[in-house]
């Protein structure tokens, strides 16, 4: 990962750089996955690499904000369980994986897969593998909530009366 500097592109909308964005997505596509698909997924890669636990996968509570309206004043929803991880591959890249839940697997994975898509070498594999898969599957089930959601919406409409 380069950091951002002056001369590196970035996001208008969250001043991020394309690989920080790029980042950002797979990361949140492997976070919102079930467990079970991420495991399955990642054996079936080629090669499973090699890593070190930098900190061990460890579940606590994270407040959860929203906002009014969706862009208005920010409040306080709640808490959430999360569990995260942090590992390094043999090669040197450090990944992070941060889940809802309390599967400390799940975060393991998703930080072993994040070094790996971080890694030039194995970022295609694992893309086409992995988070292809799973971002399509996700897309699908979003579009399946809207479809619902389309067909219970009900149109008002006003009739004017008379004139005047």
């Known amino acids: 990962m380069n950091d951002a500097s002056p001369s590196t592109p970035r996001s208008k909308s969250k001043g991020l750089s394309p690989d920080q964005e ?16 991420v495991e399955a997924l990642y054996q079936a890669l080629p090669d499973q690499p090699i890593w070190t ?3 061990p996968a460890e579940t606590g509570m994270v407040m959860v904000r929203g906002r ?3 862009d208005g004043n920010r409040f306080n929803m709640g808490e959430m369980t999360m569990t995260r991880g942090a590992v390094r591959l043999d090669n040197g890249v450090t990944g992070l994986g941060y889940v809802q839940g ?38 699908e ?9 389309a067909a219970t919406k ?7 009366r008379g004139e005047g």
């Open 154 to 160: 009900v149109e008002f409409f006003t009739m004017v």
């Open 53 to 55: 636990t930098i900190r």
């Open 68 to 70: 009014v309206g969706g």
């Open 22 to 37: 790029q980042r950002q997505n797979w990361l949140s596509v492997l976070a919102k996955a079930p467990a079970e698909e």
């Open 141 to 149: 089930a979003r579009e399946i909530r809207a479809r619902k959601a």
């Open 102 to 139: 309390r599967s400390r697997r799940h975060a393991e994975l998703t930080a072993v897969l994040d070094a790996m898509l971080q890694t030039p070498e194995t970022k295609a594999t694992v893309s086409k593998i992995v988070i292809e898969p799973l971002a399509q599957a996700q897309r």
